[in-house]
């Protein structure tokens, strides 16, 4: 069964820590993304990959970075966490062959108190 | 601007019944449109696709309708169950763009007993 994995459940940060959000997929896919999900405003995209070392900014990129040293895991950096960067974060996969859809990972929920 | 809307933030509908939940999207260039499951605490999960070439597509109690003319889709549930009740989110994509996927805000379906 094809998996992407998040490596927290359940995250708690100080307002001006670095954070790291890990996602892991066993599939294979050239594609990546980061998402956050916040209620009201659905699913924002914050960064995505297409490739070892290559990333693009989506719709919200501010105050993140991302890192893809290698194809099955791409990172997402919080370079300094604020108290606005509470939310769901997801992480998603998609092989580039056209059809089909996103595979998610079970979400980060990250608390910045 | 939004590109995939979905108007109706929530919906309660009685268990037994059908359920229709709706999207509209404004880009002619999506030919790919998705819908995604979403429990809390949880990463959204694939539930039914249907490309533009059809205007209808069935998988058990799911059912997907797509009206090109009109720019709109909507997805039944028939019968709506009580482990139906989650946040719907419908999404689209494009042939020959990149990968990514446009995903509504979401609405929140009660399925009431």
């Known amino acids: 069964d094809v998996k992407v994995t998040q490596s927290s459940r359940y995250l708690v940060k100080r307002t001006g820590e670095k954070v790291f959000l890990e996602c892991v997929q066993d599939m294979d896919h050239e594609n990546m993304f980061w998402y956050r999900q916040d209620p009201g405003l659905g699913l924002r995209l914050i960064y995505f990959s297409y490739d070892v070392k290559m990333k693009e900014k989506g719709d919200i990129p501010e105050g993140y970075s991302v890192s893809r040293e290698k194809k099955e895991r791409f990172s997402l950096i919080l370079e300094s966490a604020s108290t606005n960067q509470t939310s769901m974060y997801l992480c998603?996969?998609?092989?580039?062959?056209?059809?089909?859809?996103?595979?998610f990972g079970s979400g980060t929920r990250l608390t910045v108190v | 601007d939004q590109q995939v809307k979905q108007n109706s933030p929530s919906l309660s509908v009685q268990e037994g019944r059908i359920s229709i939940l709706n999207c509209d999207y404004t880009n002619s260039m999506f030919d790919y449109f998705l819908w995604y499951k979403k429990y809390p605490a949880e990463g959204p999960t694939f539930l039914i696709s249907?490309?533009?070439?059809?205007d209808k597509n069935e998988d058990g109690r799911f059912t997907v309708f797509l009206n090109k003319s009109a720019k709109h889709l909507s997805l039944h549930i028939v019968p709506s169950q009580p482990g139906d009740s989650a946040v719907y989110f419908c999404a689209a994509s494009a042939t020959g763009r990149d990968d990514k996927i446009i995903f509504g805000k979401g609405t929140r379906l009660h399925i009431l007993p």
């Open positions: 249907i490309s533009s070439i059809k």
């Open positions: 998603a996969s998609r092989a580039s062959t056209r059809g089909g859809g996103y595979t």
